[in-house]
């Protein structure tokens, strides 16, 4: 009887050893980020899973970081299974669409997106039950109210004006890393894109201010300033 009182001890000893490593290695840390429109969020950073990107240019720069098998849903502009999508851009070549388009259909739609989309979709947004919300919106007051009725974090970017030239752009893809647990992946993008800065500078040096370089690939959608000054890079 003492043997087995023993050896039962031992086996409900190790049973509880079990249980707390894997409680500690499931936990993941809280922290506090500022995001791209200056709003305080509590995250756990690389702890999701299930995310959607709202607003033109969250998905693209989410694109460049993140995997794709993360996403609970995407906006019916990126699905071209979505019934009733947006079309405008189906003639655009758009490389992160290119890309990912396969592991994009027949995701749930978490709103129609695109240039006419002006608010985020709640209702659609909670139907994919996503555990993060990244948003290309900048309304701080918006931001705010649909974290607060989705009950998670809704993280801002920033695209900028000049693409991947501006810094809000780089800062953007630098937070994407941060929160969802990538930061070696978004370092080496932005390294890449810091040596490409340098090497077109170095390339229009010679360039006076009155003289204009054509950027292959920059689309801006609602403007026709495709030609930026040599100052501009």
């Not at 995407?74 to 655009?92: C, K, S, T």
């Not at 739609?109 to 139907?127: F, H, R, V």
């Not at 996503?130 to 920033?158: C, F, M, R, W």
Request: hydrophobic share 40%.
């Amino acid at each position: 009887m003492k043997r087995k009182a023993i050896l039962a001890f031992l086996s409900l000893a190790m049973l509880a050893s079990c249980g707390g490593a894997k409680a500690s290695s499931d936990s993941v840390a809280i922290a506090s980020i500022t995001d791209a429109n200056g709003r305080k969020v509590e995250i756990k950073a690389g702890g999701y899973r299930k995310i959607v990107c709202i607003g033109a240019g969250a998905l693209r720069m989410y694109s460049y970081v993140g995997e794709t098998s993360w996403l609970a849903g995407v906006e019916d502009i990126d699905n071209l299974d979505a019934e009733g999508r947006p079309a405008m851009f189906d003639g655009v070549a758009r490389p992160y669409f290119i890309a990912n388009q396969d592991s994009f259909r027949g995701l749930a739609s978490c709103g129609k997106g695109g240039p006419a989309a002006q608010a985020a979709e709640a209702e659609k947004i909670l139907s994919c039950k996503p555990d993060l919300v990244i948003s290309e919106y900048e309304d701080v007051e918006k931001a705010d109210a649909l974290q607060k009725q989705l009950g998670i974090p809704v993280i801002t970017l920033k695209y900028g004006t000049k693409g991947v030239f501006d810094q809000a752009a780089l800062d953007s893809i630098s937070l994407i890393g941060k929160v969802i647990g990538r930061e070696e992946k978004a370092n080496a993008l932005l390294s890449y894109i810091n040596t490409a800065t340098k090497d077109l500078a170095a390339r229009t040096q010679n360039l006076t201010s009155e003289k204009k370089a054509y950027i292959c690939g920059l689309g801006n959608w609602g403007t026709t300033n495709h030609l930026m000054t040599a100052k501009n890079f």
